[in-house]
């Protein structure tokens, strides 16, 4: 819940007034070393603290720790770490000159006194205190800093978005050069009556067909080379690959191995030494072969 201003003064007040005892006392060990000590050697539990050190010392120390605590305290500085260091000096005190003393008053004075350190040890100086003072400094600090992980971290993910846009526009870029890219076929047919079917095949290849021709090679080895004689019988067929941008190769060994001159082919064909190492060729420049 919200303190009001009024709370918050209340506050500053009980630490301040608070540290005023802790400061006198210290300031009076320092200066009235002498008596402080001789009340400490004459508390019934002295034994207690003084076999660590003289009285005399013990009050000295005792007297440096009130008065550095209690200012720590007033100005709400390390807060918990002084009402701790206050505590550990005021608790071992109290029970060594204060309990069977018979006198109460300090006693209780004592008692509220760890009550109250106990306070600003658990919640600390709470308000008007160099604690919060610094606090705010360093949540200043950082607030650019987490501003910049904010900016930063929106960079990266915007980043990342037109990353994958980018890629899912390249996958769509390569899907449609894939599926524009042209394809170039050959057939080697080895016998004349395979020439029909290659032609009939030509014709359903065709660059606007799903297949996207861009050439069709016909490969005539063995036999086949008869089908391309001029008196051959398969003109009709030659002319309608002609038609179907068909490119017509022959294979000059079974040219030779069926005395077949080259005046004696149809207009329009081509003749390779051989047949087969030209299929070869063709495969290595990304034709799709079939073979009859």
Request: one cysteine or more; aromatic letters at 8%; a positive charge.
């Amino acid at each position: 819940m919200e303190s009001t201003p009024k709370q918050k003064i209340s506050f500053l007040a009980l630490r301040g007034l608070g540290s005023l005892i802790f400061m006198v006392a210290g300031t009076s060990h320092l200066l009235k070393t002498a008596g402080a000590a001789a009340r400490l050697e004459r508390a019934p539990f002295a034994h207690l603290a003084t076999w660590m050190a003289p009285a005399e010392t013990l009050i000295i120390l005792s007297g440096m720790g009130l008065l550095v605590g209690g200012l720590l305290l007033l100005a709400g500085f390390k807060t918990k770490l002084a009402s701790a260091v206050l505590l550990a000096i005021l608790i071992p005190v109290t029970l060594t000159v204060q309990v069977g003393s018979g006198d109460y008053g300090p006693l209780f004075k004592n008692v509220a006194l760890i009550g109250l350190l106990i306070f600003f040890l658990v919640n600390g100086a709470l308000y008007y205190g160099l604690d919060q003072v610094l606090e705010q400094k360093r949540k200043a600090r950082l607030a650019p800093i987490r501003h910049n992980n904010n900016a930063a971290a929106l960079a990266v993910g915007f980043m990342v978005l037109l990353g994958s846009c980018a890629t899912t526009n390249a996958q769509h870029a390569t899907q449609a050069s894939t599926a524009l890219a042209s394809t170039k076929y050959a057939v080697l047919i080895s016998q004349p009556n395979h020439l029909k079917a290659a032609v009939n095949t030509a014709q359903t290849i065709t660059r606007e067909s799903k297949y996207n021709r861009e050439s069709f090679v016909i490969m005539a080895c063995g036999k086949s080379v008869e089908a391309f004689k001029k008196n051959g019988g398969m003109a009709t067929e030659i002319e309608k690959g002609r038609t179907a941008g068909v490119t017509y190769m022959l294979c000059g060994m079974s040219l030779q191995q069926f005395k077949i001159p080259a005046t004696d082919l149809v207009d329009g064909v081509e003749v390779t030494p051989n047949g087969l190492t030209y299929m070869f060729d063709l495969k290595q420049n990304d034709y799709i072969t079939v073979e009859l």
